[in-house]
């Protein structure tokens, strides 16, 4: 009896050996799979994220007034115009002269070539004045505002800190079209480049904030004192990686968990 009593000892020992164990490799392969974040106070903002067009804000077309013929056009793409510089003549003798210093961004005629009435012959744009054009839809549209400032983003130049201000918010061919205004951007910023935009339409100054992947389905795993809770919140203002927390028993303290994908 007394081997056999030692036998189930030594049996139940291992048994014990091997549940530690798997718990073990359970809790460290789901610390592996999860983070905690802390609960913590501070100003929440929630933004509209778009992708915007940089457009020219003035530009110039010379265009023919009646048929003819072209004797001269002295400019090319890419060149550097002054006001009153010509820009082409023909051969009637009418001429066209730049109305602003800009750069010659389209020239679609040769010397001798003969245009019609209404046909566009070259493009002057000012370098000195863009905006930012944006589409959005409809529940986005409604929440922007002129005034609004926009957070923008270029590739290429993630480094830098680049604002804008909303303008203009209006319809056009059933597409709701805001554009900002940009000044300061960098002189490497050109007509047709595409910027993130993020357009701040609602500011809380000091709020309680959660990550937003700790969100699930209105609820989120709550650890307080060492212990695990799932609880229901109630959830504000949103952005890209922040969260706000309007009712439910979170305090700054508090930790939440993120599910790793």
Same mark, same amino acid.
Request: aromatic residues 6%; hydrophobic residues 45%; without cysteine.
């Given at each position: ?109 040769? @010397? ?138 979170? @305090?700054?303290?508090?930790?939440? @968990?993120?599910?790793?994908?």
């Amino acid at each position: 009896m007394g081997f056999l009593k030692k036998r189930w000892m030594w049996v139940l020992l291992a048994l014990a050996i091997v549940m530690g164990a798997g718990l073990f490799l359970r809790a460290r392969s789901q610390a592996g799979k999860e983070r905690l974040e802390s609960v913590t106070k501070g100003p929440a903002v929630e933004a509209i994220y778009a992708i915007g067009k940089v457009e020219a804000t003035r530009t110039f077309q010379a265009k023919a007034g009646v048929a003819s013929g072209i004797e001269r056009i002295p400019v090319r793409e890419g060149m550097v115009v002054k006001k009153g510089d010509l820009i082409v003549a023909f051969s009637e003798g009418n001429v066209v002269r730049a109305p602003f210093d800009g750069v010659v961004t389209r020239v679609e005629y040769k @010397v001798g070539e003969s245009v019609f009435a209404g046909n566009l012959i070259a493009e002057v744009t000012d370098p000195s004045e863009y905006e930012l054009r944006v589409v959005l839809d409809q529940r986005a549209a409604v929440k922007v505002r002129r005034g609004q400032k926009a957070k923008l983003s270029f590739d290429g130049l993630r480094d830098l800190e680049l604002f804008a201000e909303v303008r203009t918010v209006y319809t056009s061919s059933s597409q709701f079209t805001v554009t900002l205004d940009t000044k300061g951007l960098p002189k490497e910023i050109l007509p047709g480049m595409t910027a993130d935009v993020a357009i701040e339409v609602a500011v809380k100054p000091e709020v309680l904030l959660i990550p937003a992947s700790s969100l699930q389905a209105g609820r989120v795993e709550r650890v307080r004192d060492g212990r695990r809770q799932m609880i229901e919140i109630k959830t504000g203002l949103v952005n890209a990686d922040k969260v706000e927390v309007t009712e439910g028993d979170l @305090v700054v303290g508090d930790q939440v @968990v993120v599910r790793l994908k």
